[in-house]
């Protein structure tokens, strides 16, 4: 059970990847449209799991009451459940280099659903954001896997520490996750491409003060910097 006077202390510092919903669905299952999905047996991811309350949300959405056929596997379970046809579908909130969510793509026994409405589902919910997952993202040689970008909702991978932690502490973390080598060794590829305004977007938790800092200074640095190339031709004419 999480504790919410516990939660109290818990600070934002910086967003690190997206975690898009995958709805995974067995072949064979008869599974073609979240329609389809009503009294199928679908796996919704370990209490307490980032899987589980965005599988709820997504239930929810579609008017399906919680019942026997839903269950809460572990990954390493899932995979032996679909092989044994024990499994319909599973929902899964993961980030795109996630283990378990290429092993199962590249299996070539499950297929992934889109959500036709994915951007009305984000609007409803502060935390998520509409996601497309590419084409081929998880197979490119061959059958693309998936064979269709998807179109789900994402949630945030942040980073988060607590509200007593020293502000030094915090300045030189978020300015170590800012240096593009330890984004490109940690396949950070969102936060590489967008940079700080992905890093400091969206959180769920209250920003911790250093962060406020950091980040403004950042800004001010980019500002400056923006305001001495738009005067150097009229340096160099002059």
Same mark, same amino acid.
Request: proline share 5%; net charge negative.
């Given at each position: 059970?999480?504790?919410?006077?516990?939660?109290?202390?818990?600070?934002?510092?910086?967003?690190?990847?997206?975690?898009?919903?995958?709805?995974?669905?067995?072949?064979?299952?008869?599974?073609?449209?979240?329609?389809?999905?009503?009294?199928?047996?679908?796996?919704?991811?370990?209490?307490?799991?980032?899987?589980?309350?965005?599988?709820?949300?997504?239930?929810?959405?579609?008017?399906?009451?919680?019942?026997?056929?839903?269950?809460?596997?572990?990954?390493?379970?899932?995979?032996?459940?679909?092989?044994?046809?024990?499994?319909?579908?599973?929902?899964? #909130?993961?980030?795109?280099?996630?283990?378990?969510?290429?092993? @199962?793509?590249?299996? =070539? +026994?499950?297929?992934?659903? /889109?959500? &036709?409405?994915?951007?009305?589902?984000?609007?409803?919910?502060?935390?998520?954001?509409?996601?497309?997952?590419?084409?081929?993202?998880?197979?490119?040689?061959?059958?693309?896997?998936?064979?269709?970008?998807?179109?789900?909702?994402?949630?945030?991978?942040?980073?988060?520490?607590?509200?007593?932690?020293?502000?030094?502490?915090?300045?030189?973390?978020?300015?170590?996750?800012?240096? #593009?080598?330890?984004?490109?060794?940690?396949?950070?590829?969102? @936060?590489?491409?967008? =940079? +700080?305004?992905?890093?400091? /977007?969206? &959180?769920?938790?209250?920003?911790?003060?250093?962060?406020?800092?950091?980040?403004?200074?950042?800004?001010?640095?980019?500002?400056?910097?923006?305001?001495?190339?738009?005067?150097?031709?009229?340096?160099?004419?002059?």
């Amino acid at each position: 059970k999480i504790d919410a006077t516990a939660l109290e202390q818990v600070a934002f510092l910086a967003n690190l990847y997206s975690q898009p919903l995958h709805i995974v669905v067995r072949d064979g299952s008869g599974i073609q449209s979240l329609s389809d999905l009503r009294g199928k047996r679908i796996n919704l991811g370990v209490k307490l799991s980032g899987d589980y309350p965005m599988a709820r949300l997504l239930l929810e959405s579609l008017q399906i009451d919680l019942g026997e056929e839903h269950s809460n596997l572990p990954y390493p379970e899932i995979m032996a459940a679909f092989d044994n046809g024990e499994l319909d579908a599973a929902f899964i #909130t993961v980030g795109m280099q996630a283990e378990v969510i290429r092993m @199962l793509a590249k299996s =070539g +026994k499950i297929r992934f659903l /889109s959500i &036709p409405n994915h951007e009305a589902l984000a609007a409803m919910e502060l935390p998520l954001t509409p996601f497309v997952v590419p084409r081929g993202v998880y197979q490119f040689e061959g059958e693309p896997v998936p064979r269709e970008g998807i179109n789900t909702v994402a949630t945030g991978a942040h980073l988060i520490t607590s509200t007593g932690v020293e502000s030094g502490l915090v300045e030189r973390v978020i300015q170590e996750l800012l240096k #593009t080598t330890f984004q490109k060794e940690n396949k950070l590829e969102e @936060l590489f491409s967008e =940079g +700080k305004s992905f890093a400091n /977007s969206m &959180p769920f938790f209250p920003v911790h003060e250093a962060n406020h800092v950091l980040f403004a200074c950042a800004l001010h640095t980019e500002h400056s910097v923006l305001q001495l190339v738009s005067i150097l031709p009229e340096v160099i004419r002059t």
